[in-house]
């Protein structure tokens, strides 16, 4: 097979198959299809080819030809699609054509189209997100999570990091990428839906092998709860691992932001004033992220250089009430950061951190 040939197959394989000869439902699932960026095949009677049939990713019957279909091999993937929300033989319909979903337009119209645009994009197990949060200021949080992105990204896996502070300076600047082409949040502010996760991914900055969403120096301060909803999810589709560095402060969009996060990093410096500012911390993310870990960073400032007040890291989860994710080595290399190599107790740290989790084989590599 040559590559031309191949291309083509896979287009085939990612488009849906239609089949009605209903001309108003053929008009609207055209229109569906057309939003979702996808053209699809359209058959209107009983399936005659084993390629159109079985390898349709999703085929779209319209309920029409329900009857037709009755001795069609069995696949998923099914969605039969009606108007008549009173119909009630269309679940026995749906049942005799092996239907996985049925669909009532126009109600159904967004569920349809991105189940559409997944077939199109050709969508997997979403990736494993990763947030990070200080419990109080100046705790290294964006540090870890520059590194934690950063060794993933070396290990392979697709890597998306999303700065979700936007008072935080930035993290293409921590990573020393402010000068790198792509775009950065205020260009996402208005998105609302379905974001194309394809189109997201190569339109941000690529920077030790990971893509970047940060924020410029200008002077949008926040973007629209919608927008933060619709762009993580679209990085979630993409599949691998999302790092997420979140603001102290929980408002709307960091709300949309905790979310969609599978695990969470509390980052404390083993101090008792710490401690305290992290409880207030804490308290607020466990309201809507329930798995929370801490993760306990080298002290600094003038008690930790004369050793007072500090705990180990056992006791600081103890008084938080939360497990222990690990506890951060003071990495004394000079001029060490976040995007310089894995080497050193922190990017040791990031990379014994990815390997205890199952992350699975749904990352597509590279980026």
Do not use: N, Y
Request: glycine share 14%.
């Amino acid at each position: 097979m040559t590559e031309a040939t191949a291309c083509e197959t896979r287009s085939v394989r990612r488009a849906p198959l239609i089949v009605t000869e209903d001309v108003e439902l053929l008009d609207d699932l055209l229109r569906l299809c057309a939003a979702a960026g996808v053209r699809p095949e359209v058959g209107h009677g009983a399936p005659t080819g084993r390629d159109s049939w079985e390898a349709a990713p999703l085929v779209l019957v319209g309920d029409d030809a329900a009857g037709r279909l009755r001795g069609a091999a069995r696949r998923r993937g099914v969605v039969l699609v009606g108007r008549d929300q009173d119909d009630p033989g269309v679940w026995k319909r749906a049942v005799e054509i092996g239907a996985d979903h049925v669909l009532m337009l126009p109600d159904g119209e967004q569920w349809l189209m991105d189940r559409i645009a997944d077939v199109a994009e050709g969508v997997g197990r979403p990736a494993l997100t990763v947030g990070v949060i200080g419990g109080r200021g100046g705790a290294g949080a964006s540090t870890l999570a520059c590194a934690l992105a950063t060794a993933a990204a070396r290990a392979g896996r697709r890597t998306l990091l999303v700065d979700a502070d936007p008072l935080g300076g930035g993290l293409d600047v921590l990573l020393g990428g402010e000068a790198v082409d792509g775009l950065r949040w205020p260009a996402f502010a208005q998105s609302r839906g379905r974001v194309g996760s394809t189109a997201l991914e190569e339109s941000l900055p690529l920077l030790h092998d990971l893509r970047l969403l940060s924020w410029d120096r200008g002077e949008l301060a926040a973007v629209p709860p919608e927008a933060v909803r619709a762009v993580l999810a679209a990085g979630r589709r993409r599949g691998g691992v999302v790092v997420v560095d979140l603001p102290r402060r929980v408002d709307s969009g960091s709300v949309e932001a905790l979310a969609q996060l599978d695990l969470g990093l509390l980052v404390v410096p083993p101090e008792l004033r710490a401690v305290a500012a992290a409880r207030r911390v804490a308290g607020a993310v466990g309201m809507v992220l329930r798995d929370l870990r801490v993760v306990t960073a080298p002290a600094s400032g003038a008690g930790a250089a004369a050793g007072t007040g500090a705990l180990d890291g056992d006791e600081v989860a103890r008084l938080l009430g939360l497990p222990l994710a690990g506890e951060l080595p003071i990495d004394r290399r000079a001029g060490a950061g976040p995007g310089r190599g894995t080497g050193g107790p922190l990017g040791r740290f990031c990379t014994e951190f990815w390997e205890r989790l199952p992350l699975g084989s749904e990352e597509g590599g590279g980026s």
